[in-house]
């Protein structure tokens, strides 16, 4: 990459920064934190704008919990969610967010689940009254159980399509060593037939404890407003206490797994151990992530797209997690490249080794602030980062912390977490024709 190109990047970044600084927000500063008498946790933001309010609500306990056997019965109970209610059919439970120019949606993750909406703050009322006959009266019709199935098996299906699902989907078997982490939240094709309308139910039943509630709500009205109709909605669900479970796996020693599969390209993904989100380490990751693989400026992508060639796709992702953090590598490359391509990555990610440069750090700082701002312009997800930073356990006030957590990692901070983690070893998958 010449010189005057990285000259035109950096100058796009710092104007975007400057954009991002100095635009109006719709964000308020003040946040109310509210805990139930059942144990369910309220967050409040309050805005000023068009009259829209957004939720995210969390529910503590996702995939990782489906049982032996029965791996996706998470994902296909909020799947169901929708499909109808005592008083609400699917038809009208979306109709009432989409008439109000918004929406409603649940998705399932490994260590939570969630519901998420968004309306105008005139339609609030009815919203709260879909929700809450939703969650304490949910049908979970036979028939539509049976249609979500096929849907379930048809993305599993997809997904093997797929170089890089596939192949992140194999490395979990292999990063996670026997953990319930292995699996995808979608489950296996197996076990998705299997289930049953009663384990659905059941599963449902165990989710309704006040513990595992965070509910994050972002809009323009006055929490005296709202209070009274979530209270109304959440403040019946029974008490009871959450804890997430612990799971442990440590990668230790240099492992790589290779499988064949139909396709044009090579898929490549290596793991190393990282930290978890609590620990006093997760930042300083973030940022070595953000030097090794987040865009054009990265070392892999410089290294092994730029010079190399070797690369359709490179980069380098740290998911943050509750349990068992992992640092992913990732490259797409012909198959007459692949054994290049894997001591590529353990090269440049070795690099860390001499040393980090004060560009690297402040290039990488820049794009992690800048991505984390831009995220926050809507009370959409204003709600979910609160909602996510109370969830994960760091409080909803990292919502206004991170960028200074960001800020403050120094270089020496960088080289100690890489020398922490990275040279106990790495789990590698290779994909390829």
């Given at each position: 990459?010449?010189?005057?190109?990285?000259?035109?990047?950096?100058?796009?970044?710092?104007?975007?920064?400057?954009?991002?600084?100095?635009?109006?927000?719709?964000?308020?500063?003040?946040?109310?934190?509210?805990?139930?008498?059942?144990?369910?946790?309220?967050?409040?933001?309050?805005?000023?704008?068009?009259?829209?309010?957004?939720?995210?609500?969390?529910?503590?306990?996702?995939?990782?919990?489906?049982?032996?056997?029965?791996?996706?019965?998470?994902?296909?109970?909020?799947?169901?969610?929708?499909?109808?209610?005592?008083?609400?059919?699917?038809?009208?439970?979306?109709?009432?967010?989409?008439?109000?120019?918004?929406?409603?949606?649940?998705?399932?993750?490994?260590?939570?689940?969630?519901?998420?909406?968004?309306?105008?703050?005139?339609?609030?009322?009815?919203?709260?009254?879909?929700?809450?006959?939703?969650?304490?009266?949910?049908?979970?019709?036979?028939?539509?159980?049976?249609?979500?199935?096929?849907?379930?098996?048809?993305?599993?299906?997809?997904?093997?399509?797929?170089?890089?699902?596939?192949?992140f989907d194999q490395?979990?078997?292999?990063?996670?060593?026997?953990?319930?982490?292995?699996?995808?939240?979608?489950?296996?094709?197996?076990?998705?037939?299997?289930?049953?309308?009663?384990?659905?139910?059941?599963r449902w039943k165990?989710?309704?404890?006040?513990?595992?509630?965070?509910?994050?709500?972002?809009?323009?009205?006055?929490?005296?407003?709202?209070?009274?109709?979530?209270?109304?909605?959440?403040?019946?669900?029974?008490?009871?206490?959450?804890?997430?479970?612990?799971?442990?796996?440590?990668?230790?020693?240099?492992?790589?797994?290779?499988?064949?599969?139909?396709?044009?390209?090579?898929?490549?993904?290596?793991?190393?151990?990282?930290?978890?989100?609590?620990?006093?380490?997760?930042?300083?990751?973030?940022?070595?992530?953000?030097?090794?693989?987040?865009?054009?400026?990265?070392?892999?992508?410089?290294?092994?797209?730029?010079?190399?060639?070797?690369?359709y796709a490179v980069?380098?992702?740290?998911?943050?997690?509750?349990?068992?953090?992992?640092?992913?590598?990732?490259?797409?490359?012909?198959?007459?490249?692949?054994?290049?391509?894997?001591?590529?990555?353990?090269?440049?990610?070795?690099?860390?080794?001499?040393?980090?440069?004060?560009?690297?750090?402040?290039?990488?700082?820049?794009?992690?602030?800048?991505?984390?701002?831009?995220?926050?312009?809507?009370?959409?997800?204003?709600?979910?980062?609160?909602?996510?930073?109370?969830?994960?356990?760091?409080?909803?006030?990292?919502?206004?912390?991170?960028?200074?957590?960001?800020?403050?990692?120094?270089?020496?901070?960088?080289?100690?977490?890489?020398?922490?983690?990275?040279?106990?070893?790495?789990?590698?998958?290779?994909?390829?024709?």
């Amino acid at each position: 990459m010449n010189k005057s190109y990285l000259k035109l990047l950096k100058f796009q970044a710092t104007f975007f920064l400057l954009m991002l600084f100095f635009h109006p927000s719709s964000g308020g500063e003040t946040v109310i934190k509210n805990i139930l008498s059942n144990g369910v946790t309220v967050i409040f933001k309050e805005t000023e704008g068009e009259g829209i309010i957004a939720g995210a609500v969390f529910i503590k306990g996702g995939s990782f919990e489906d049982p032996e056997g029965k791996k996706g019965l998470t994902n296909l109970t909020f799947s169901l969610l929708l499909k109808g209610s005592k008083n609400f059919s699917a038809y009208e439970i979306n109709r009432v967010f989409e008439d109000s120019g918004g929406y409603i949606s649940t998705s399932v993750g490994e260590e939570y689940s969630t519901i998420e909406f968004a309306l105008r703050t005139e339609d609030f009322e009815k919203g709260m009254e879909v929700i809450k006959d939703m969650i304490f009266n949910p049908l979970f019709p036979e028939d539509k159980l049976e249609m979500e199935k096929i849907n379930v098996i048809a993305q599993i299906k997809a997904k093997r399509e797929e170089g890089f699902s596939y192949a992140f989907d194999q490395l979990r078997k292999e990063m996670y060593g026997g953990t319930p982490y292995q699996y995808s939240p979608l489950g296996t094709e197996e076990d998705v037939i299997s289930i049953t309308v009663d384990e659905v139910k059941k599963r449902w039943k165990k989710l309704m404890e006040g513990g595992r509630f965070v509910v994050a709500l972002v809009g323009d009205m006055p929490y005296k407003d709202v209070e009274g109709y979530v209270k109304d909605v959440f403040g019946s669900i029974k008490r009871a206490d959450y804890r997430f479970p612990v799971y442990k796996y440590e990668i230790k020693g240099k492992r790589c797994k290779t499988v064949k599969r139909e396709g044009a390209q090579s898929t490549i993904l290596v793991a190393y151990d990282a930290p978890d989100a609590a620990s006093k380490d997760y930042f300083s990751m973030k940022v070595l992530n953000g030097i090794l693989g987040s865009g054009f400026t990265s070392r892999l992508f410089q290294e092994l797209r730029e010079k190399r060639g070797l690369a359709y796709a490179v980069g380098s992702f740290f998911p943050t997690r509750v349990n068992m953090g992992r640092f992913i590598a990732y490259i797409g490359t012909a198959p007459e490249k692949t054994e290049e391509s894997v001591k590529g990555i353990v090269k440049v990610i070795k690099s860390v080794e001499k040393g980090v440069s004060d560009e690297e750090v402040k290039t990488a700082k820049e794009k992690i602030i800048g991505h984390f701002l831009l995220e926050h312009q809507t009370r959409a997800k204003q709600a979910w980062y609160l909602g996510w930073f109370e969830t994960i356990g760091l409080g909803y006030q990292m919502d206004s912390l991170y960028p200074d957590k960001i800020n403050k990692v120094s270089r020496q901070d960088i080289y100690r977490v890489w020398k922490k983690y990275i040279p106990k070893g790495y789990r590698c998958i290779v994909v390829r024709p």
